[in-house]
């Protein structure tokens, strides 16, 4: 899991999500599930912590060691698409 600071730190990330186009299916709202490169599913939670920080886990080997991977961030895309739906509904 790690924090969200800025979006400077998903910069990396994001370009890898774009450049794979990986696949990015929706669980509930805040859950999803990432193809990885191996044909895989990786579980992602994006959500707020107690101090109301926006945190994004992911159930893959680098997110585990605290690096932000692509998964989180194909995630996010969703995530934040959808979030944003929901305030203008």
Same mark, same amino acid.
């Given at each position: 899991?790690?924090?969200?600071?800025? =979006?400077?730190?998903? *910069? %990396?990330?994001? +370009?890898?999500? #774009?450049? /794979?186009?990986?696949?990015?299916?929706?669980?509930?709202? $805040?859950?999803?599930?990432?193809?990885?490169?191996?044909?895989?599913?990786? =579980?992602?939670?994006? *959500? %707020?912590?107690? +101090?109301?920080? #926006?945190? /994004?886990?992911?159930?893959?080997?680098?997110?585990?060691? $605290?690096?932000?991977?692509?998964?989180?961030?194909?995630?996010?895309?969703?995530?934040?698409?959808?979030?944003?739906?929901?305030?203008?509904?």
């Amino acid at each position: 899991m790690f924090i969200l600071k800025s =979006k400077a730190q998903l *910069e %990396k990330a994001i +370009a890898k999500a #774009r450049k /794979i186009r990986t696949q990015v299916k929706f669980i509930s709202f $805040g859950v999803y599930e990432v193809k990885g490169t191996k044909g895989n599913f990786y =579980k992602v939670k994006c *959500e %707020k912590n107690a +101090a109301g920080e #926006r945190t /994004i886990s992911c159930e893959c080997l680098g997110s585990e060691r $605290g690096f932000v991977c692509y998964h989180s961030a194909a995630a996010l895309a969703l995530h934040t698409g959808l979030a944003r739906q929901r305030q203008t509904a």
